[in-house]
């Protein structure tokens, strides 16, 4: 009876979720139907649309945003982890996912998110650590803007320096990650060593290119929201905009309140330079196995029935 109960109470938040979705002017973009398989390409899309605004449904404050933000974050990892991730070397041997728990070569890079995001990972950093570690990590924060903040623009792009929020390799916002760092991946160990060793050079990261396809697909709904609440939806330099966060107890307050809380976190000229690379340093696919046809069906879950009006 409990589950039935529980699949009936999903059901009427997914409904109301769509309600309001249609009300905001959300709609289904047209662009995504030129995909090989487009039936599962709007259930994955419009769940992560759902999952994210079920609790923005009812009323638009920080706590609700907080647990959009968690909730989108987390389906966003359970997709990744249920995707097929198996390749082939140049060889044709086969070869896995090679990232594991205390491996931070890769927390050296540059990475970006977005202002909701970056409150919810200050929520919960006040939330999990001692006053004393917190001032800490601010410290940290402050020591890595003042370093990167010297690198000319191309070094800033790949600044080679450890996120203060990597403690002994484990990260203290890992909950709460952005969703760069919950994408980022490698097929081979000794190339992120490599890389981490040198990192002026472009050392080739052999990855996967769906699961970036696939943060993207997911990530879209959540930004086309946010822009519809009329909230701003800029991406920021992740340690600065955190940092203003952290330092600011009422910055959920202003960015509710249209404040440009995080201009300074928001780097265009860098942005423009990062999108005028047509090739991403340090990336390139792999030939994968098994991704012809990627699907997040669950049992337990409600499928989104497709929908003119989205």
């Given at each position: 009876m409990g589950k039935k109960n529980n699949k009936v109470n999903r059901t009427r938040e997914t409904n109301k979720a769509l309600d309001g979705l249609r009300r905001l002017g959300f709609a289904y973009p047209a662009h995504l139907?030129?995909?090989?398989?487009?039936?599962?390409?709007?259930?994955?899309?419009?769940?992560?649309?759902?999952?994210?605004?079920?609790?923005?449904?009812s009323e638009v404050n920080d706590t609700n945003l907080r647990t959009g933000i968690r909730e989108a974050g987390n389906f966003l990892s359970y997709?990744?982890?249920?995707h097929p991730v198996i390749a082939r070397n140049p060889d044709n041997s086969l070869c896995s996912i090679a990232c594991k728990r205390g491996c931070s070569y890769c927390c050296t890079l540059r990475v970006t998110t977005r202002p909701a995001n970056v409150l919810a990972m200050a929520f919960y950093l006040r939330k999990k650590l001692s006053p004393e570690s917190l001032v800490q990590l601010i410290a940290r924060m402050d020591e890595y803007v003042e370093t990167t903040g010297r690198?000319?623009?191309?070094?800033?792009?790949?600044?080679?320096?450890?996120?203060?929020?990597?403690?002994?390799?484990?990260?203290?916002?890992?909950?709460?990650?952005?969703?760069?760092?919950?994408?980022?991946?490698?097929?081979?160990?000794q190339q992120c060593i490599k890389a981490n060793e040198s990192p002026d050079d472009d050392v080739l990261i052999p990855q996967d290119q769906n699961r970036y396809s696939i943060q993207e697909l997911l990530s879209e709904p959540v930004s086309v929201i946010t822009v519809l609440l009329g909230l701003n939806n800029d991406e920021l330099e992740f340690i600065?905009?955190?940092?203003?966060?952290?330092?600011?107890?009422?910055?959920?307050?202003?960015?509710?309140?249209?404040?440009?809380?995080?201009?300074?976190?928001?780097?265009?000229?860098?942005?423009?330079?990062?999108?005028?690379?047509?090739?991403?340093?340090?990336?390139?696919p792999l030939p994968v196995i098994g991704l012809d046809h990627w699907n997040s069906e669950d049992e337990d879950e409600d499928e989104i029935e497709d929908d003119d009006d989205l």
């Open positions: 139907d030129e995909f090989d398989d487009p039936d599962t390409v709007f259930e994955i899309y419009m769940h992560s649309a759902v999952t994210f605004f079920v609790p923005l449904s997709s990744l982890e249920t690198l000319d623009l191309e070094k800033k792009l790949r600044p080679g320096i450890m996120c203060p929020l990597n403690v002994e390799g484990d990260c203290l916002g890992y909950e709460y990650r952005p969703n760069g760092c919950r994408t980022h991946h490698s097929f081979s160990l600065p905009a955190l940092l203003i966060a952290l330092k600011d107890p009422d910055a959920s307050a202003k960015y509710l309140a249209h404040e440009p809380v995080f201009e300074k976190a928001h780097n265009s000229e860098l942005l423009n330079l990062q999108r005028q690379a047509r090739k991403r340093p340090g990336f390139t």
